[in-house]
């Protein structure tokens, strides 16, 4: 555990697919660093997804730095549980210095330095890189009658399989990938009605997350930072049509409702007063940054996110953010784009830290 007197160069906070990324990088230039994650298990939140969950780009575009994912045998598309048992294997390879279960509760600044307090102790470090993603904060709307409907809602974060819906009425409520992939597999043993804020756009079906990294780095490197924000991967919108989603839609399964306005105690209920019964309400509508273990550092906005100025906070600028979404680098949030962030953010952060040795400034 580092003193005041000795303290780290660099926290990593949280051993997902950014966290990694940076730590290899880090471990390349020679840092001394140590990466804090909360879960018990590696893997980062890929084995919390459900069972189904395809990438929608192949292995190959779908590596970290230095590694090539292995390809899933019989799948184009990899599974989650091959995402999660890939980054396992990169954590040893890499021999990263991995302390789990260590929750950051919170962090502190102290005499030029960042303090870190955690479940298990307390860290110090000159620099600190957040990469704690956004599984753990999902996001609900503000629907009027949520609190009045005798059903079951749920989140994607708390789906699993299609199973328990056998025989359900459920509806689906979303217009991105996630909604898309579980509403073609729960359309085969439920009765289901997807609800949409607009009409979903689909993909070519030879179009897959290999152009939309391609189209979010053609954006940011035309227009800057700020036309990344608004046209890369998570602006695009569209659905990747991975063969389980070609299949519900060749079958008729994907067909969209307007998004309603509001639930009853039975069902949900349009605008135009056309209503619903159903069992489940399946919200597949997004997440939120997990950022609130920063709050004393930074102020967050009504989206539970920070001013940056490419990866590194505004308000704190020992403090750099990895894979949050466009808003920290162009297709930040996925594997391939994750490590093209941390690539630049950990030279940013070592070149810092060898001028602060030199000319002994911090």
């Known amino acids: 555990m580092p003193t005041e007197e000795h303290p780290i160069d660099v926290a990593v906070i949280g051993a997902g697919q950014a966290g990694l990324a940076a730590g290899y990088f880090l471990r390349r230039a020679g840092a001394d660093f140590v990466i804090l994650d909360a879960a018990d298990r590696p893997g980062g939140s890929w084995p919390l997804y459900?069972?189904?969950?395809?990438?929608?780009?192949?292995?190959a575009h779908s590596m970290l730095p230095g590694w090539w994912m292995p390809e899933e045998e019989g799948h184009e598309y990899p599974s989650a549980a091959h995402v999660a048992s890939y980054l396992s294997a990169y954590e040893r390879r890499y021999d990263l210095p991995v302390h789990r279960p260590?929750?950051?509760?919170?962090?502190?600044?102290?005499?030029?330095?960042?303090?870190?307090?955690t479940d298990t102790g307390t860290w110090l470090a000159r620099r600190v890189i957040s990469a704690t993603g956004t599984w753990n904060a999902p996001h609900t709307p503000d629907v009027p009658g949520r609190d009045?409907?005798?059903?079951?809602?749920?989140?994607?974060?708390?789906?699993?399989?299609?199973?328990?819906?056998?025989?359900?009425?459920?509806?689906?409520?979303?217009?991105?990938?996630?909604a898309a992939q579980i509403l073609a597999e729960l359309s085969t043993v439920a009765t289901t009605t997807?609800?949409?804020?607009?009409?979903p756009r689909?993909?070519?079906?030879?179009?897959?997350?290999?152009?939309?990294?391609?189209?979010?780095?053609?954006?940011?490197?035309?227009?800057g930072r700020r036309a990344s924000?608004?046209?890369?991967?998570?602006?695009?919108?569209?659905?990747?049509?991975?063969?389980?989603?070609?299949?519900?839609?060749?079958?008729?399964?994907?067909?969209a409702e307007p998004m309603f306005a509001r639930l009853s105690r039975t069902g949900v209920v349009w605008a135009d007063g056309t209503t619903l019964e159903c069992d489940v309400v399946l919200w597949c509508t997004g997440f939120r940054p997990v950022l609130d273990h920063l709050g004393?550092?930074?102020?967050?906005?009504?989206?539970?996110?920070?001013?940056?100025?490419?990866t590194r906070s505004v308000a704190e600028p020992r403090l750099h953010l990895l894979g949050y979404g466009d808003w920290t680098g162009a297709a930040s949030a996925t594997l391939i784009g994750a490590a093209r962030t941390a690539k630049a953010t950990v030279a940013q952060i070592t070149g810092e830290l060898e001028h602060e040795a030199r000319t002994g400034t911090a």
């Open 148 to 178: 009045v409907f005798a059903g079951t809602q749920l989140h994607t974060a708390d789906y699993r399989g299609p199973q328990e819906f056998t025989g359900q009425r459920v509806v689906v409520v979303g217009g991105g990938n996630s």
């Open 202 to 223: 689909f993909l070519p079906d030879d179009i897959d997350g290999r152009a939309l990294f391609a189209i979010a780095t053609r954006a940011q490197q035309a227009a």
């Open 229 to 255: 924000e608004q046209q890369g991967v998570a602006g695009l919108g569209d659905i990747v049509v991975v063969p389980s989603v070609r299949e519900a839609r060749e079958r008729g399964a994907l067909k």
């Open 194 to 199: 997807w609800a949409t804020a607009r009409p």
């Open 296 to 310: 004393s550092l930074a102020p967050l906005d009504e989206h539970g996110q920070m001013a940056v100025e490419g």
């Open 50 to 59: 459900w069972d189904s969950l395809r990438l929608f780009s192949p292995a």
């Open 102 to 117: 260590a929750r950051v509760r919170r962090a502190e600044r102290a005499d030029g330095l960042l303090r870190l307090h």
